[in-house]
């Protein structure tokens, strides 16, 4: 079935360092994919998103390329900021079915300090 | 920006008792969601609703659950006899895809609702 799996959590980082968190999906047909970010105490926004191959999403300095031959999604930022401090999910959502909902990921839990 | 609003922010129930949680879509959308996570785990898919039924449900939303769409502007969720492991977050989300084939058209969430059963 379909599926996401992200890097386990917490990633613990200073400010301005750099940011990686690894997505890889398991999907039937063509999906477009998402990060989704949820910051203490908020629902989920939405913070970028990628409907093909090939394509890169990009949002606030965050970064995602659509990777069809490694099925990967992975989140990067260049220089991060203790205000991106949240929970960062990734998501897919796959053509050719109707009312068909997201799939997340479990959820990585990002901590930076000053 | 027109958001998508959930009340009340936190609800507590005695196990057993009836709760219906509220949200307001974002009026332009067409399909509607809701979600839960339980604390510390994955956000997992309920029930997906358009054009006034059922799209799609997953193994979670058994019997106990029902959803509906009372008005032109609220979508509810009903958990008839609620339970102590139905404690969690419960999100709800719209999207205004209008095709049957969905594809791109990200979801919108609530700040949802803590429902805490005891």
């Known amino acids: 079935g379909n599926s996401v799996t992200q890097m386990e959590g917490p990633v613990t980082l200073s400010e301005e360092a750099f940011l990686t968190i690894n997505c890889t999906y398991t999907a039937t047909g063509y999906p477009s994919l998402f990060w989704y970010v949820q910051y203490p105490g908020e629902g989920l926004q939405l913070l970028l998103k990628?409907?093909?191959?090939?394509d890169k999403g990009s949002n606030k300095g965050f970064e995602a390329t659509y990777r069809k031959e490694t099925t990967s999604f992975h989140l990067e930022k260049g220089s991060v900021q203790v205000s991106d401090s949240a929970v960062y999910f990734c998501a897919l959502k796959w053509a050719n079915q109707a009312g068909t909902a997201l799939i997340f990921g479990k959820g990585t839990t990002l901590s930076v300090s000053s | 920006e027109p958001e998508v609003t959930q009340t009340p922010s936190h609800q507590v129930t005695q196990m057993g008792q009836e709760v219906i949680l509220r949200c307001v879509p974002i009026s332009n959308h067409l399909y509607f969601y809701w979600y839960r996570q339980i604390l510390g785990q994955k956000v997992e898919f309920l029930v997906s609703f358009y054009n006034n039924e059922i799209s799609e449900k997953s193994e979670i939303f058994d019997d106990q659950f029902s959803v509906e769409r009372p008005d032109g502007s609220n979508f509810t969720l009903k958990i008839r006899s609620t339970k102590l492991e139905d404690s969690a977050m419960y999100f709800c989300?719209?999207?205004?895809?209008?095709?049957?084939?969905?594809?791109?058209?990200?979801?919108?969430f609530g700040n949802g609702t803590r429902l805490t059963v005891t």
């Open positions: 989300a719209s999207s205004f895809d209008r095709e049957l084939i969905l594809r791109s058209s990200p979801l919108h």
């Open positions: 990628a409907t093909k191959a090939d």
